[in-house]
């Protein structure tokens, strides 16, 4: 299959999941008291996102029990196991999707972004203390939520522990990148370790979290988690490459704005080492005032000494590493998927 007829593929199979998600996120975050907190914690949620980690937990338990995708009711999903009663697969979809809002609502308040996903963001539409009652309502809901499942006392446990787990890293990773952004130098070891922190550790928990709910051995759920790990990385280092290659009403936020926060990346760290001043590229003082020449003679530098490329090669090559991860998993159309959605991450315009 080529790039283009793949992509097609993998964006019908998120637009059909996140059709289902966006359906019921009335049904897992009901509008409640007070009204202000429910409509900024929704905020972001309805404002729109692809939904990829929850399509990740969704296609993964439908690789696991080789079921046709979309064949089954999430709601009421099969197990691997005989004559156990079928789980909430949704409700731990739903769940992660709550995390990954609860993230980027205290992400944009860190940075101070004043756009996500092509709307204002919480701490703009609503005020900043808003906001972060808003993301600890999330935090808080995402475990209320991941409760409904209805998968036996202890797998049910276990996946409240690896979302518990994966909070802390996310936290953990997020402690780091504001750390980065005061040293001089950051190896690309450390790099991949904040960002699979940051960033992969909920890929992880999306691909692996059905394997626990539907009764899989540790073999697999191992390997389903080294896969979302690995593609998860990627995804965060093709992230940045978009970051400076995208235009600003495409992404929905200011082109290049890691660079101009002075954000640490292997693309960063690689123009050093090739001698690039990279915190010179930007020397406008207020981010506001920074022009768009200005960003593109500076991805013009980054370009030139091949950082850029160098990115883009890494995140090609932990997919890669991350699609040998499957071999575990039954040859199914939903197992294709999955390997489907670890190529077009990194090949996604945005």
């Known amino acids: 299959m080529d790039r283009e007829a793949r992509a097609r593929t993998v964006e019908d199979a998120i637009e059909n999941r996140r059709a289902v998600v966006n359906d019921h996120i009335d049904t897992y975050l009901p509008m409640a008291d007070p009204e202000r907190l429910y409509e900024a914690s929704r905020h972001l949620l309805q404002a729109g996102g692809k939904r990829l980690r929850p399509t990740i937990l969704l ?26 009663p079928p789980i909430d697969l949704l409700a731990a979809a739903v769940s992660v999707e709550v995390i990954q809002s609860f993230t980027l609502i205290h992400d944009d308040i860190m940075d101070d972004d004043r756009m996500r996903r092509g709307a204002p963001a919480v701490h ?29 006392p202890d797998r049910g446990l276990d996946a409240l522990d690896t979302l518990a787990s994966t909070c802390t890293r996310i936290c953990e990773g997020q402690s780091l990148d ?62 940045d490459v978009l970051d400076l290659t995208t235009p600003s009403e495409t992404l929905g936020k200011q082109r290049g704005s890691d660079l101009i926060e002075g954000k640490r990346t292997v693309i960063t760290q690689h123009a050093k080492e090739n001698g690039v001043q990279v915190d ?18 500076a991805v013009g530098e980054l370009e030139a000494v091949g950082s850029i490329a160098y990115a883009r090669d890494l995140a090609t090559d932990l997919v890669a590493e991350g699609l040998d991860e499957l071999e575990a998993i039954p040859d199914t159309e939903a197992k294709r998927r999955l390997e489907q959605i670890g190529a077009y991450l990194i090949e996604r315009s945005y």
């Open 124 to 152: 703009v539409a609503f005020d900043s203390d808003t906001a972060i009652l808003a993301g600890d309502t999330l935090y808080s809901k995402a475990f209320e939520i991941m409760l409904e499942n209805g998968a036996p």
């Open 178 to 239: 504001v750390d980065f952004e005061t040293r001089e130098t950051v190896t690309t070891e450390e790099y991949i370790d904040m960002i699979d922190r940051k960033t992969a550790v909920l890929y992880a928990a999306s691909a692996s979290i059905p394997s626990i709910l539907l009764g899989a051995d540790q073999e697999t759920t191992d390997s389903l988690e080294a896969y979302g790990r690995s593609i998860g990385q990627a995804f965060q280092i093709h992230d």
């Open 59 to 84: 296609v993964a338990g439908e690789a696991l029990t080789e079921t046709a995708p979309g064949a089954q009711s999430y709601q009421e999903f099969p197990t691997v196991r005989d004559n156990e």
């Open 280 to 297: 010179e590229l930007i020397t406008s003082g207020n981010p506001d005032s920074v022009t768009e020449r200005e960003i593109k003679d």
